[in-house]
Nanobody, 120 residues
Framework: QVHLVESGGGSVQTGGSLRLSCTYN?????MGWFRQAPGKEHEGVAS???????TYAPSVEGRFTISRDNGKNTLYLQMNNLESEDTAMYYC?????????????????WGQGTQVTVSS
């Protein structure tokens, strides 16, 4: 069973940067980040396949970068030029599939979440 532990959330001003990390105990085919803002549904942010292919939501393309270090069993999300709309709880997710998407149902394992708050 895959276990995920996120870290790196916090509060930042508009235009600032944060890097989220997620450690995992075993490799899976696809890993990613979802987020949920108050009163909204979960939104897929970015995903990365075992061989490195990435997928991004249009709202974060060009600002966020997902990467994984399989040697350190760590997933990252570098978030730059943050906006107030990025405020949400961010979840590290994992799924067994080889082809990564941002579909909620493709990810069977979720971390506990880390809060990101962006203020002006």
């Amino acid at each position: 069973q895959v276990h995920l532990v996120e870290s790196g959330g916090g509060s930042v001003q508009t235009g600032g940067s944060l890097r989220l990390s997620c450690t995992y105990n075993r490799k899976t085919g696809c890993m990613g980040w979802f987020r949920q803002a108050p009163g909204k549904e979960h939104e897929g942010v970015a995903s990365i396949a075992l061989l490195g292919q990435t997928t991004y939501a249009p709202s974060v393309e060009g600002r966020f970068t997902i990467s994984r270090d399989n040697g350190k069993n760590t997933l990252y999300l570098q978030m730059n030029n943050l906006e107030s709309e990025d405020t949400a709880m961010y979840y590290c997710v994992a799924g067994p599939q080889a082809v990564c998407t941002l579909q909620f149902g493709d990810f069977h394992t979720w971390g506990q979440g880390t809060q990101v708050t962006v203020s002006s």
